[in-house]
């Protein structure tokens, strides 16, 4: 299935690679490649891979909500959430979203969606690369009272340190995918 969702980011041209010019990143780097997993998330096959490979990946995981920074983070745990409950309605995982800043009316939230004090919290991120976004959601969730222990990405970049950054926060790190697979199944490669 890894092979499978690999695929759909470049059936879906959600994956991108230009070794000479490279595309600025959110944290104002370059980078040679740029992962759109928005636009690979607009696509049901494509989700439902994203939520299969992530709720085998986390059988062993106790978690009661997931959730993560506004937008990228919602239709992943929404998918993840819809999967788990289809195939073991125990697995009642309700979802959250991390606003990037808190609401100026209504009760002013800094979180939406259904999730308590105490519960055990999942943070799901689109890709994993400085990993500024991940851990940003991670505070605000400890913050409200969660308890968090792992997170879960699409795709690893490997660049940044971002996955060392966030494991020093005490987190276990669940990705799908890494560049190295992308990069695997360029059209033209074997």
């Not at 992943?76 to 990037?100: E, L, M």
Request: with cysteine; glycine share 8%; aromatic share 6%.
């Amino acid at each position: 299935m890894r092979d499978q969702l690999a695929k759909a980011f470049h059936d879906t041209q959600s994956f991108k690679w230009d070794p000479q010019g490279g595309f600025k990143l959110a944290s104002g780097l370059t980078s040679p490649f740029y992962v759109d997993c928005r636009a690979l998330m607009a696509h049901p096959r494509a989700r439902r891979l994203v939520a299969q490979l992530a709720y085998d990946a986390l059988s062993d995981v106790n978690v009661d909500c997931l959730g993560g920074l506004e937008i990228g983070a919602i239709s992943i745990a929404t998918s993840i959430s819809d999967y788990a409950y289809a195939a073991q309605p125990s697995r009642d995982w309700r979802t959250f979203v991390v606003r990037k800043q808190a609401k100026d009316h209504g009760l002013g939230k800094l979180i939406e969606g259904a999730y308590k004090p105490g519960d055990r919290a999942l943070i799901v991120d689109d890709v994993l690369t400085s990993g500024g976004s991940l851990l940003k959601a991670v505070t605000t969730a400890r913050g409200a009272g969660l308890t968090v222990t792992h997170a879960l990405v699409i795709v690893d970049r490997h660049e940044q340190d971002g996955r060392k950054k966030v494991e020093e926060e005490g987190l276990t790190v669940v990705s799908l995918l890494t560049i190295d697979d992308l990069m695997r199944h360029q059209p033209g490669t074997t």
